[in-house]
């Protein structure tokens, strides 16, 4: 059994989308990495702060997918990393409401004691300083490092993000946001310049437009289940990288085939995120609904041709 | 060997891309879809109307494609249709410079007595009329009628156009297509209500992000191969159209399962036309090149997991 640690937000969201909208509920990036990563056989531990407002519940939820929370700070005087976002009618773009960072300004992420030699760590998107600390506390090199940021680094803290771009083995981006960091449009240009500033694998997020993975020369698609409605994409994005990161943590196989059967379990536990508001249908998942899906997925791509 | 009917324009195309412009050059959905299905053992027919103007050497490179060109009438005072565009950057859009329709305009085609018995018929872009007036002319029942269109006919001859579409078993329509003549924005549910209209099989394409196909409650995804750029998008979704079309004839086979690998070759073909200018690169294909893209379409969208 593979040890996985994940830093990244633990926070309160408030989400508007054509369909409805919600008060705050249970939201972030670690929050989402976790629960996905959760189906897995992995021995995961989340790297947070929250305040004293935060409910015990929540990070007993946490707990009860087996996720090692003693790495979770509570501020008991301070307040949780709130987001409140809309999405609008083509649920492709939102506007962000609300950005409040309360406890998340002071974050200095503690990487507990039995969990420094963690075979993989997945860095859910923060301050890119922050990212570096954590992999500064591993006492030994990890197998492999994934790195999700977003254009917001980019914009502000972009020398910060390419010193830990150097570090990382795997990088997550979204395909604007690929374009800004190298500023080129082709995505497999883009991937290639990606390539030289460190990370041997570039994983490109499209939406509903799947996903592609990039190595050297080597490229793997995977499609977005076409579904009927997207109701809430909040998380999407962090559903797909913690399933990525469980599937490689408890398969300890770092190869470009088993990350192509990483990338489909993330977009797997991705395509069910998106039904209902925030983490709700992540919360209670089981495995016969993912096998049911994994298997949509193959009948989705799968094909035979003999070639001659 | 089966018989392949094709019905679209032949044309003069200018095309502007930020790569550079041509003259006229040779173009028409009926020249694309029978360049691409030419690389499958079927017996096809082009037909379609040019006029005097149109070179000698352009009818000469369908026929030696193996294209029987007897039903391409030649109006020896007329003038070809001509087409010409300009792609924007993104070379995702277009502007329509010049449409001079010239003979297309009295367009009455006529299919050649020894294929109204064909097995396949593919009704490229053109009015529905035209489109209608080829299925009247078989003398029996085609195993596989495919049709193209466009959101200018939804515009201007919605009548005709559902009235054709009753008829046929497979539409290729673009997304955005599929949006306006459905009023869905959800491609699965925009896909339910086209087979409503008739098609047993909607083929939804998504240019650069593939293409979907879609029968009952089965979906296929074949991504487009992720490419450096695409030179020039002209005539890929016809490229792609006759790869199908060319596939089913030659298999006689209309199953899902085997329309899985028809989209595959169209996707295909499809990825060698956009990088050249026009027909350039559909000229000189050879059966190696495509194998060798095949494997290329393996490796981006096969992968090996176990189900338990």
Redesign the interface.
Known sequence: MGKLVIVGTVAFDAIETPFGKTDKILGGAATFIGLAASHFDVDAAAISIVGGDFPQEYLDLLSDSNIDTSGIEIVKDGKTFFWSGKYH??MNTRDTLVTELNTLEDFNPVVPESYKNAEVVMLGNLHPLVQTSVLDQMTKKPELVILDTMNFWMDCALDDLLNVIKRIDVITINDEEARQLTGE?????AARKIHTMGPKYVVIK?GE??A?LFHND????A?AL????VFDPTGAGDTFAGGFAGYIAKTGDTSF?NM??AI??GSTLASFCVEKFGTERMQNLTSKEI?KR??QF????????E??
Chains 1, 2 share one sequence.
Do not use: M
Request: no cysteine; net charge negative.
């Open positions: 009618n083509d449009y082709s995505l497999v240009v499209k437009h799947g592609l080597n490229v793997f698609y499609p076409p579904l009927e409605e085939e192509k059967n489909i379990y096998q994994l298997l193959k009948q989705l791509t799968q094909f035979e041709i070639l001659t």
